[in-house]
C-alpha cells in the first residue's frame, strides 16, 4: 500500500518568479513578493512563517528582477553601521529579524515562468531526497499557530503529503486547486482526487488548497514530464495528483484566515486585518475605518 515518511521537515521552497500581472504598474520594476503589508515584505511573513515550523533550509526560486528578495535576507552593512552611529537600536533590533543563518538560503533560477509545477522542479536538487514544504508568499495566513506549523503537525501524524484547504464560494472554483474527498474528520481530509480550477459545474467539492503544502520528494519525478495543464502551465496539481493513491495525502483545515495577496482586494484587507493586530496602530485605523464606513 502507501509509503509513510519519517523523515524531519526542515526545507522550504518559496517560489516567486511570476510575472505578478495583477499589480502592474507596482510589479513593473519591483517584485510582488517585497510588497509590504503594513510594514513588512509578503517574503518575509513567508519565511517567518516556515521558521515557526522548524524549517531550517529555504530555497527561493526567483527570476529576472528579484534580487531586492535576496538582499532583503543579507546585512544591510552601510544601513546598519549608520543606524549604530546614531544609537537607532530599535530600527536595528527591526533589521535583525530578516537575517538567516548564513547558508542557509539559496536561489535557483526559473528562466521562464511555465507555471507553479515547473517552479517547483526548478529546485530539484535542493529538494533531493527529502520531503519539503512549499509557501507561497502573496497567500497570508493569520493565525494563532503558523499554517505551516499546522501542517507539519499533520505531517507527523500522516507522513505524507499535506496541503491547507479552506471552503470558497462554489462559484469561485475556477480559480483553485480544488479537492475530491474522502474521510473527513473536520480537521484532516482523504484526498482521493485533485482538480486545477475547475468550473463550478465541474468541481468535485468547494474544498480549495491555498498556497501551503508539505509534499514529499516523488513529485518531481511527475513534474518533470512536463505536462501543460490549465493555462497551459506546467501545474503543481497535475504533478501532486500522481501521487494520490501511492503515498498518503491529506488535505488540513487550518485554523486562521487566509488572505490572497495576489488579489488587490485581498491584499487591502490583509494591509487592515495586520494593522489591527498592532497595539500601536489599532485605534487609529479603527477610527479611520469608522469615517469612510459611517459616509
Ligand atoms: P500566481 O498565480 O499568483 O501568478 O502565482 P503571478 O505571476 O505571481 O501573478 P499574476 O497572476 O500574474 O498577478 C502563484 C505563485 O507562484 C509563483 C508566483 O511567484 C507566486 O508566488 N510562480 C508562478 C512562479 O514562481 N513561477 C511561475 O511560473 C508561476
Known amino acids: 500500500m502507501s509509503q509513510k515518511s519519517s523523515k524531519p521537515l526542515r526545507k522550504a521552497v518559496l517560489p516567486v518568479a511570476g510575472l505578478g500581472t495583477r499589480f502592474l504598474p507596482a510589479t513593473k520594476a519591483m517584485a510582488k513578493e517585497m510588497l509590504p503589508v503594513v510594514d513588512k515584505p509578503l517574503i518575509q511573513y513567508a519565511i517567518e512563517e516556515a521558521r515557526a515550523a522548524g524549517i531550517e533550509q529555504f530555497c527561493m526560486v526567483t527570476g529576472r528582477g528579484k534580487t531586492a528578495l535576496v538582499e532583503h535576507f543579507d546585512i544591510a552593512f552601510e544601513l546598519e553601521a549608520t543606524l549604530r552611529e ?94 475530491d474527498i474522502g474521510l473527513d474528520d473536520g480537521r484532516l481530509v482523504e484526498v482521493k482526487g485533485l482538480v486545477e480550477k475547475p468550473a463550478p459545474e465541474d468541481a468535485p467539492s468547494n474544498l480549495s488548497i491555498i498556497g501551503r503544502y508539505v509534499l514529499m520528494p516523488e513529485v518531481i519525478g511527475h513534474l518533470a514530464r512536463m505536462e501543460r495543464g490549465a493555462g497551459n ?38 494591509q487592515i486585518a495586520f494593522a489591527l493586530k498592532r497595539p500601536e496602530m489599532a485605534e487609529a485605523v479603527r477610527a479611520f475605518l469608522k469615517t469612510y464606513t459611517d459616509a
Not at 531526497?129 to 509557501?135: H, K
Not at 502551465?233 to 503515498?247: N, P, R, S
Request: aromatic share 6%; glycine share 10%; net charge negative.
Open 86 to 179: 546614531r544609537n537607532r537600536h530599535e530600527a536595528l533590533a527591526v533589521l535583525e529579524a530578516t537575517r538567516v543563518e548564513p547558508g542557509s538560503m539559496v536561489t535557483v533560477r526559473q528562466q521562464v515562468p511555465l507555471g507553479l509545477g515547473h517552479a517547483i522542479w526548478c529546485a530539484r536538487a535542493f529538494i533531493g531526497d527529502d520531503p519539503f514544504a512549499i509557501l507561497l508568499p502573496d497567500d497570508l495566513v493569520l493565525s494563532e499557530q503558523s499554517c505551516l506549523g499546522q501542517l507539519a503537525d499533520a505531517y507527523r501524524e500522516t507522513g505524507g503529503n499535506v496541503v491547507a484547504v479552506t471552503e470558497v464560494p462554489r462559484e469561485h472554483t475556477n480559480r483553485y486547486g480544488i479537492l
Open 233 to 270: 502551465e506546467v501545474q503543481l496539481t497535475d504533478g501532486m495528483a500522481k501521487l494520490i493513491g501511492q503515498q498518503p495525502f491529506h488535505g488540513v483545515r487550518y485554523e486562521g484566515k487566509r488572505f490572497d495577496c495576489g488579489d488587490k482586494i485581498g491584499f487591502l484587507e490583509a
